[in-house]
């Protein structure tokens, strides 16, 4: 395969592509890691939680479409805080954003093992999780619009089996079950709760990652945002209330496979449907590891382009017009951190740098519309500035929470990225200007 250093990426996508792609990345946190928040906040907590993470989500994509729009460029968030803040801006971001989803992946993967494992307790988890890693890993290289095309596909059947699932266990919907201790932590329990609800929602900003590849990326990305995030409200709620009234919550809230253990309550573990969604409970999973293997690449590209990570990691295959490099380098680092992690303590990572990278993101477009009034706004955020203040603020809030009851997650972050900064200094990063026109190169 041949490389072209710094290449072109290939404008294929439409807006079916980009729902299909930020429903994809996200639905699997309909599936799992959502009802560890039971465990330190019962339903109500984390109902109350969610909530609130609900409406940071809606202000903030509705605010990062105006930014997406503005400045298509495959690093996201990296490229607005560089544009807005300069180098350590963009650092930062673009860390965060690296953690965010870097580290969803390996989360997805396990849980993908762990649902494999529960139809066919044979099968080990972690080969598995590597397994599917790879499996991904070459669809991903093999082309976007055929990665793309695949969205739709599983993208399309997660949400029906989530329909399904609402329509297997409505009728066994109890409200005394959901209130059965409802809020054993209090009000505390609730803050807890904010990185689990988060996991809800987590990735949609993945969209931005391959905005070089849209057509008409001005026109076709605010469509794509918005019909996926209005998609993923409806299925969070329903979702979680639905589930919490099945029986008691505390049957579930430490388990990587929730849906299919709630059917087998309703219908017996030795079901057919039981299995059969089980099995088909896979769509969204791998829905989710298939579109953040994709955004988590163009973020290593978009980087490397920069000379933010080595520069090897840029190139493009001539054939697939693929960052195949990025799609590796993103494998490596998800197989290390399956093996060293557990599912919790990954999914707080992730969590973490996602809101990290929301407050960087929202500070950038505050500064932008003051340093660069004049800078083209197909797709500008509603009610600026009340939208994007209630993202910063509660994104805020979800950081303060997630430091304050992960202590030890949130020292590895953070001192990984002090090193990166460090790094950064020492090589001499941060004297060296990136013109308009590389951040922006397509």
């Known amino acids: 395969m041949a490389d072209t250093a710094t290449g072109q990426l290939k404008r294929v996508l439409k807006p079916v592509h980009l729902w299909a792609i930020g429903v994809g990345l996200v639905i699997s946190g309909e599936y799992f890691g959502w009802n560890l928040g039971w465990h330190v906040a019962g339903t109500m907590g984390l109902l109350i939680a969610t909530l609130v993470v609900t409406l940071m989500y809606v202000t903030f994509i509705f605010s990062y479409t105006e930014l997406t729009a503005a400045i298509p460029h495959a690093g996201g968030a990296f490229a607005y805080a560089y544009r807005a803040m300069g180098p350590f801006g963009g650092l930062i971001a673009g860390y965060a954003t690296l953690i965010d989803f870097l580290l969803a992946t390996p989360a997805i993967a396990i849980s993908l093992g762990s649902y494999l494992h529960f139809l066919y307790p044979a099968i080990p988890v972690m080969q598995s999780a590597l397994l599917f890693n790879t499996a991904f890993i070459i669809l991903n290289i093999s082309g976007v619009k055929e990665s793309a095309t695949f969205s739709i596909l599983i993208t399309v059947l997660a949400v029906?089996?989530?329909?399904?699932?609402?329509?297997?266990?409505t009728p066994h919907f109890k409200m005394s079950n959901f209130l059965t201790d409802p809020m054993p932590f209090g009000w505390s329990g609730v803050f807890a709760a904010l990185p689990y609800a988060v996991w809800l929602y987590l990735a949609i900003e993945g969209v931005a990652m391959v905005v070089e590849e849209v057509k008409e990326p001005k026109k076709n990305i605010?469509?794509?945002?918005?019909?996926?995030?209005?998609?993923?409200?409806?299925?969070?709620?329903?979702?979680?209330?639905?589930?919490?009234?099945?029986?008691?919550?505390?049957q579930l809230d430490s388990l990587a496979y929730p849906l299919p253990a709630s059917i087998g309550i309703v219908l017996g573990n030795d079901n057919g449907?039981?299995?059969?969604?089980?099995?088909?409970?896979?769509f969204g999973l791998i829905a989710s590891l298939h579109g953040i293997i994709l955004a988590s690449s163009r973020q290593v590209f978009a980087m490397a382009r920069s000379g933010y990570l080595p520069r090897t990691l840029a190139n493009v295959n001539t054939k697939f017009k693929t960052p195949h490099w990025a799609l590796i380098g993103s494998g490596?680092?998800?197989?290390?951190?399956?093996?060293?992690?557990?599912?919790?303590?990954?999914?707080?990572?992730?969590?973490?740098?996602?809101?990290?990278?929301?407050?960087?993101?929202?500070?950038?477009?505050?500064i932008l519309r003051k340093k660069e009034p004049g800078l083209e706004r197909?797709?500008?955020?509603?009610?600026?500035?009340?939208?994007?203040?209630?993202?910063?603020?509660?994104?805020a809030i979800c950081l303060f929470a997630i430091i304050w009851f992960n202590a030890l997650v949130s020292l590895i972050f953070f001192a990984l990225l002090a090193a990166a900064i460090v790094i950064f200094m020492l090589m001499g990063k941060?004297?060296?200007?990136?013109?308009?026109?590389?951040?922006?190169?397509?």
């Open 332 to 366: 490596v680092v998800s197989f290390i951190a399956i093996f060293i992690g557990t599912m919790d303590q990954i999914l707080v990572l992730s969590v973490l740098g996602a809101v990290v990278m929301y407050l960087m993101s929202m500070v950038s477009l505050f």
């Open 378 to 395: 197909p797709f500008i955020s509603p009610f600026y500035p009340v939208f994007p203040a209630i993202a910063l603020v509660i994104s």
């Open 273 to 282: 449907i039981t299995k059969l969604f089980a099995g088909i409970g896979l």
């Open 430 to 442: 941060h004297k060296i200007k990136i013109t308009d026109d590389a951040l922006l190169e397509r």
């Open 222 to 250: 605010p469509k794509g945002y918005i019909s996926a995030i209005l998609t993923l409200v409806f299925l969070a709620l329903a979702v979680m209330i639905l589930t919490g009234g099945i029986t008691n919550w505390h």
């Open 160 to 169: 029906g089996e989530l329909l399904l699932y609402m329509g297997i266990v």
